[in-house]
């Protein structure tokens, strides 16, 4: 069914620091796009400092065109490091199947920076060229006013 456990660690010299991390993942459905869910934990030494990272992510399927998405994620370096930081963000997507071809979709992205909404409309083609519709801007910082549309020819 898609479970999957995962133990990474890394050694990295990368002067003047060694970094040291493990990052633990458990997953589960993880081939269901809709319903899969994953959390990790990762700590170490990282730019002189003492990192952590943790996550947590699921998706569900409300019913055959209705899809909800959620991921929570925080990160810290903490001092002496001079990469210090501290942040953490939560994305929440939401996806209606107008049909087969046609879909709906948001996003809110909410980052210790700001927070950022945005909304899409997917066109899928069997042969030629799919089109989205963006009003917003998926890589702001912000909610963004501004209108794209993004064409895409499969080679």
Not at 41 to 50: E, I
């Amino acid at each position: 069914n898609g479970q999957a456990a995962y133990l990474d660690l890394a050694s990295v010299f990368r002067p003047p620091h060694h970094d040291q991390t493990a990052r633990l993942q458990y997953r589960w459905a993880s081939r269901d796009l809709y319903r899969r869910t994953s959390l990790a934990y990762a700590f170490g030494k990282q730019a002189g400092g003492s990192y952590r990272y943790y996550s947590l992510g699921r998706g569900w399927l409300i019913n055959d065109k209705l899809s909800v998405q959620g991921t929570f994620e925080s990160g810290r370096i903490s001092a002496p490091s001079p990469e210090s930081y501290s942040s953490n963000q939560l994305v929440g997507t939401l996806t209606y199947d107008l049909d087969i071809e046609r879909t709906l979709s948001g996003r809110l992205i909410s980052r210790t920076a700001g927070t950022n909404v945005y909304l899409a409309f997917r066109q899928r083609v069997r042969a030629g060229m799919d089109v989205y519709v963006i009003f917003g801007d998926p890589n702001a910082k912000k909610t963004a006013s501004s209108l794209l549309v993004k064409l895409v020819r499969p080679l």
